[in-house]
């Protein structure tokens, strides 16, 4: 559905499997198999339920489910964004960081910062942008390099919850 398409919750509950799914695939990037979980505890009575419910799937789903979820995420101003490669979720929400605006000083710490943290994690780095400024970005990607993996697939999986409440606010109305 075209980000600029809203729906109603009540026409979200009243879908079959396939039109759920193909609703909400896009909503934890890359992993339709989120909203394949949510679609059995329909109806929804809120956006709030919805989006617990998904979470809640996330969080059911193990470490090898949750592993590829987070690396389903792109880097934030890498490589696939300079190709144009991202979701038009993900476009928009780097775009409104400004991301897409790094000067070439920025852009070479973010390359630095992904690749270190790729490489110490084995995931890339995952923030809800919303908010946050390219700055912001760059401290907190520093600051969370510092922490156990362990900690880090928890926040991972914590900023994608927030994202995902984001994209379900902007697609129902």
């Given at each position: 559905m075209a980000?600029?398409?809203?729906?109603?919750?009540?026409?979200?509950?009243?879908?079959?499997r396939t039109a759920f799914v193909q609703a909400l695939g896009g909503i934890y990037e890359h992993s339709p198999w989120v909203a394949e979980a949510a679609w059995p505890r329909r109806?929804?009575?809120?956006?709030?339920?919805?989006?617990?419910?998904?979470?809640?799937?996330?969080?059911?789903?193990?470490?090898?489910?949750?592993?590829?979820?987070?690396?389903?995420?792109?880097?934030?101003?890498?490589?696939?964004?300079?190709r144009?490669?991202?979701?038009?979720?993900?476009?928009r929400e780097q775009r409104g960081a400004g991301l897409d605006q790094c000067s070439a000083a920025e852009y070479a710490r973010l390359t630095a910062l992904n690749a270190a943290y790729r490489e110490r994690f084995g995931f890339p780095f995952i923030v809800a942008v919303r908010g946050h400024t390219r700055q912001s970005i760059i401290d907190a990607m520093a600051e969370r390099l510092q922490h156990a993996r362990e900690a880090e697939i928890a926040e991972a999986l914590r900023q994608i919850g927030r994202i995902a409440a984001w994209r379900l606010a902007d697609l129902i109305g």
């Amino acid at each position: 559905m075209a980000a600029s398409a809203r729906m109603t919750l009540e026409h979200l509950n009243a879908l079959d499997r396939t039109a759920f799914v193909q609703a909400l695939g896009g909503i934890y990037e890359h992993s339709p198999w989120v909203a394949e979980a949510a679609w059995p505890r329909r109806p929804y009575a809120s956006l709030e339920a919805l989006h617990a419910a998904m979470d809640a799937a996330v969080a059911a789903a193990g470490s090898e489910a949750q592993l590829a979820l987070i690396r389903a995420h792109p880097e934030l101003a890498g490589k696939a964004a300079i190709r144009g490669e991202l979701t038009e979720a993900s476009t928009r929400e780097q775009r409104g960081a400004g991301l897409d605006q790094c000067s070439a000083a920025e852009y070479a710490r973010l390359t630095a910062l992904n690749a270190a943290y790729r490489e110490r994690f084995g995931f890339p780095f995952i923030v809800a942008v919303r908010g946050h400024t390219r700055q912001s970005i760059i401290d907190a990607m520093a600051e969370r390099l510092q922490h156990a993996r362990e900690a880090e697939i928890a926040e991972a999986l914590r900023q994608i919850g927030r994202i995902a409440a984001w994209r379900l606010a902007d697609l129902i109305g």
